[in-house]
């Protein structure tokens, strides 16, 4: 089986777009905005958001595992440092992260 090439790779910061949709959507709500680094690339498949109403899926998106800090998604929350959340999220609801672009632009 051939690599999977996406927009993104294991390491890059990325953000969650935070556009508000009606119907069914794949990214939480509670991640919308949010930050978070890409862990791993896994696969190219059918849009489950196209899928949800019966249609056939196309075209394709690359799905990644997103891993996010505890503490950025919940304002109060009294755990670890270290503890994070990870989801799989579709490539057509990422956007290059603020912190990627500026030490993009610093270099």
């Known amino acids: 089986m051939s690599a999977v090439m996406g927009r ?5 910061a990325v953000r969650v ?3 508000a949709v009606a119907g069914h959507c794949r990214a939480p709500w ?6 978070g680094v890409v862990v791993e690339v896994l696969g190219n498949f ?3 958001e196209r899928l ?11 799905l990644y ?14 755990g670890a440092s270290s503890d994070a959340l990870e989801a799989d999220i579709t490539e ?3 956007h290059a992260s603020d912190t990627a672009k500026r030490g993009a632009q610093a270099l």
Do not use: M
């Open 8 to 12: 993104y790779k294991p390491g890059d």
């Open 17 to 19: 777009d935070d556009r």
């Open 30 to 35: 509670y991640l919308r905005g949010q930050e």
């Open 46 to 48: 059918r849009d489950p």
């Open 52 to 62: 949800a109403y019966l249609r056939p899926g196309l075209p394709r998106q690359i």
């Open 65 to 78: 595992k997103v891993r996010f800090e505890q503490a950025s998604i919940w304002p109060n929350y009294i």
């Open 92 to 94: 057509n609801w990422l």
